[in-house]
């Protein structure tokens, strides 16, 4: 890339950081050091506000360029992540969002600890909370690595180590200073950013075909190599049986995950009542529906214009589709109109990255303080207390996320958000929905649904192709792969459900009736809902 490239590029994203910096700022010297503040923003967010928060929240770097990115290599398989992320909010908006908002107050422990003994809940819902988190931190910090090494030409690896330590700092600083508060802001800005900026690239990529779709998938075809297989299913995922049940096991996962996202999940706490909750997730839907679309003509656009051997030509797994499609749709290499065009996409794509793992680490260190330190706490200790630790985990978060996100830099992000989904489809969602439907339900069962689904899901995924035995794994030297699955979720996600219901057959503990009946109320009425 060109000098104009870097320079503007990285002039729009330090307005970005500053704005948001100096929102952060604002917000700090306002806040009172109360825990509700710090996990909630004070309840104080509108349902329109949080749909935006939430969009912003859940459209990340995996959504922006690596679902495009796919695409563009794969054709029709690659929509499977566009629908995959799209439809399972309808699961979160039949199933979760109005009975997490009456039963919890910060996390997801707090729904399941309503009516079990608090201390092993807490602590094995707080475990897998993190690791999930860690996991869809990860993902964010390669997107930001493969951005920065397109702008700068892919020459130095210097820079895009940087970049991810840079991006790290960035994310605790929010996360420390302004709390839940802040990070809703910069969604909400960040928000806005990205569907402008999707809906110029989807125009221009219409306009390009004269808005003649059919021309758009065949000319998608014809560069990509592979023909009409471009089009049809199978190109990814229909190879032999191995990979058909891969799709299924995505497919799963993503459909699944969302409802066990925890930075998803407390989103719905921001906002002071059920039914603000329940508008917040149509609101939400709405702006996401709309962006998937898009995405999908931007990967085909991408494939079309850009080429599928040009986009894996600068990475191998397609992240950087996007950009190298705004440089073409601007006018191509050189011109002032692809320079702007190509520096607009870069930014918000940084931006993208920034307010996600704001989130996203604003969940995590929220487990640390509120499960993990609370459960070992003195009942009457300080809340200001919790808040520090928070803010002291966000530090040791960002640390692991950046290191792994060097580590994990070849991967293509959307594949590595499938993993964070399948474990917390596994781990989380069979614990949550059993607690909110399951009267019998105990504590026993709780923590063998929590770690039956999270154990399984990470061995797999570490006996799986992702981590040795081929050319695209991160250990590419080494062959310890031993399930044949990409994704674990085919098989974790049914165990995670059965070891919820084992434990819970096999417990002597008799299931309380009057906090079922309790919790029963609360989720369904709100009463009693903080």
């Not at 991810?164 to 700092?169: E, L, S």
């Not at 640390?368 to 002291?392: C, I, K, N």
Request: glycine share 12%; with cysteine.
């Amino acid at each position: 890339m060109t000098g104009d490239h870097q320079t503007l590029a990285l002039l729009l994203f330090s307005t970005f950081v500053a704005v948001t910096l100096g929102i952060t700022t604002w917000v700090s010297r306002h806040l009172h050091g109360s825990a509700e503040e710090f996990y909630a923003g004070g309840r104080l967010f509108s349902p329109m506000e949080n749909g935006f928060a939430i969009a912003g929240d859940y459209m990340s770097a995996a959504s922006f360029l690596g679902i495009s990115g796919v695409i563009a290599l794969y054709g029709y398989d690659g929509m499977l992540y566009s629908v995959g992320f799209l439809v399972a909010w309808l699961v979160v908006l039949f199933l979760v969002a109005e009975l997490v908002r009456n039963c919890g107050r910060f996390t997801l422990a707090d729904v399941v600890a309503a009516r079990m003994r608090e201390r092993p809940v807490r602590i094995a819902a707080g475990t897998s909370s993190i690791t999930v988190s860690v996991m869809y931190l990860v993902a964010q910090m390669v997107g930001a690595g493969s951005l920065v090494a397109l702008l700068l030409g892919g020459t130095s690896e210097a820079a895009r180590t940087w970049t991810v330590i840079g991006v790290g700092a960035l994310m605790v600083i929010y996360v420390s200073l302004g709390g839940m508060r802040a990070t809703t802001w910069i969604q909400i800005v960040k928000a806005v950013l990205l569907l402008g900026g999707t809906v110029a690239l989807t125009t221009l990529v219409l306009v390009r075909f004269h808005g003649d779709l059919d021309r758009l998938l065949r000319t998608a075809a014809e560069r990509s190599g592979h023909g009409e297989a471009f089009l049809a299913p199978g190109l990814a995922y229909g190879g032999d049986w191995t990979s058909r049940f891969d799709f299924i096991s995505l497919g799963l996962a993503l459909v699944l995950g969302t409802a066990g996202l925890p930075h998803i999940l407390s989103r719905f706490y921001t906002v002071p009542t059920a039914r603000a909750a329940r508008r917040s997730v149509v609101w939400s839907i709405g702006l996401i529906g709309g962006f998937y679309l898009m995405t999908i003509v931007l990967g085909f656009g991408a494939a079309a214009l850009v080429g599928t051997d040009a986009v894996r030509a600068s990475n191998a797994a397609g992240n950087t589709a996007v950009p190298l499609l705004a440089l073409d749709l601007g006018g191509g290499a050189g011109s002032t109109g692809g320079t702007v065009l190509f520096a607009v996409v870069a930014a918000v794509a940084f931006a993208t990255i920034l307010a996600v793992v704001a989130g996203v680490t604003l969940a995590s260190s929220a487990s640390v303080a509120h499960d993990l330190y609370a459960s070992l706490r003195r009942r009457d200790a300080d809340p200001r207390g919790e808040v520090a630790v928070a803010r002291l985990a966000a530090v040791g978060i960002g640390a692991v996320a950046i290191g792994l996100g060097l580590l994990a830099r070849d991967l293509n992000v959307a594949f590595l958000v499938g993993l964070a989904f399948a474990v917390a489809a596994s781990a989380n969602l069979p614990v949550l929905l059993y607690s909110l439907f399951w009267r019998g339900f105990t504590t026993r069962g709780a923590v063998w649904a929590v770690y039956g689904g999270l154990v399984p899901a990470v061995v797999l995924v570490l006996l799986s192709p992702v981590v040795s035995g081929g050319e695209q794994s991160l250990f590419p030297g080494v062959d310890f792969q031993y399930f044949p699955l990409q994704n674990p979720g085919l098989v974790s996600i049914p165990l995670g459900f059965l070891a919820g219901w084992i434990g819970t057959v096999t417990s002597p503990e008799v299931p309380d009736e009057a906090k079922h009946a309790e919790t029963e109320v609360r989720s369904l009425t709100g009463a009693g809902a903080v």
